[in-house]
């Protein structure tokens, strides 16, 4: 495995402190996880997982601490790289940590609290927006340290879009009676799910106005991972990590 020196293109989060989307680009994997997968799960070679996390820990100049991502409500905090907790939000304020969530469709969720320097990371799936997911990762921000309003800014990364996301009537009607910002139709005409609208409503109801959208749809964007549309493939990253002194 040789040692790259090519840059690695990332999606900056547009947060007060180093956040930003990996793509599928700038890592050692083979296909069909080609090439910048960090998941481990998903039946990629261990060797390539660990030198593609290697260089995402380069890119965030942090250890990167990851979940084991349940389609659950949980949020976990963390304060060292060497934990994995059963999760879908991480939450942390131990300065020089920084915090991974892996996807590929779902919603990858960043969170920033200006007053606290507390960050989060959210794996925010279709089942996830309908537990709530959301709206514990916002809590557990708030619940870290006093609250101050307007601190948590977000940046929602790439996801499948409502024109993709194909679902049957039913779900969609049931994701929509709790989020009605979910409701979606395919371009071609049939039911869907607009997961990151989800989010950003969940967000703005939970008191986070400030949201940035990042990158575009998995299934259309080729340099992204899409599990609807390749199946067996890799996952890409959103990373944020806890700094002391945020970024000028
Ligand atoms: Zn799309």
Redesign the pocket.
């Known amino acids: 495995m040789t040692s790259q020196r090519v840059p690695v293109p990332t999606l900056d989060a547009g947060l007060p402190v180093r956040a930003f989307f990996t793509t599928r680009d700038g890592g050692f994997s083979a296909a069909p996880f080609d090439s910048l997968n960090p998941a481990g799960h998903v039946g990629d070679i261990q060797e390539a997982v660990d030198a593609n996390r290697a260089r995402i820990d380069g890119l965030a100049r942090a250890r990167v601490a990851y979940m084991s991502q349940v389609h659950g409500d949980v949020v976990a905090r963390v304060h060292h790289a060497d934990e994995r907790p059963e999760a879908d939000g991480l939450i942390t304020d131990s300065p020089g940590l920084a915090l991974g969530v892996l996807v590929a469709d779902c919603v990858p969720l960043l969170l920033h609290d200006a007053s606290t320097g507390a960050v989060a990371a959210v794996h925010a799936g279709r089942q996830g927006i309908a537990k709530g997911v959301v709206l514990r990762a916002v809590e557990a921000l708030g619940a870290l340290h006093s609250r101050q309003k307007g601190a948590i800014t977000a940046a929602v990364g790439p996801a ?2 409502g ?3 194909e679902v049957p009537d039913q779900m969609r009607q049931e994701v929509a009676d709790l989020v009605p910002a979910a409701f979606a139709t395919t371009s071609w005409g049939t039911p869907a799910l607009d997961l990151r609208a989800a989010v950003e409503a969940q967000l703005r109801a939970a008191g986070v106005e400030l949201v940035h959208r990042v990158g575009g ?1 998995t ?2 964007d080729p340099h992204l991972f899409s599990h609807r549309r390749d199946g067996v493939t890799g996952r890409f990253a959103g990373v944020i990590c806890c700094q002391i002194d945020p970024r000028p």
């Open positions: 499948i879009c024109a993709c996301y749809c299934r259309e």
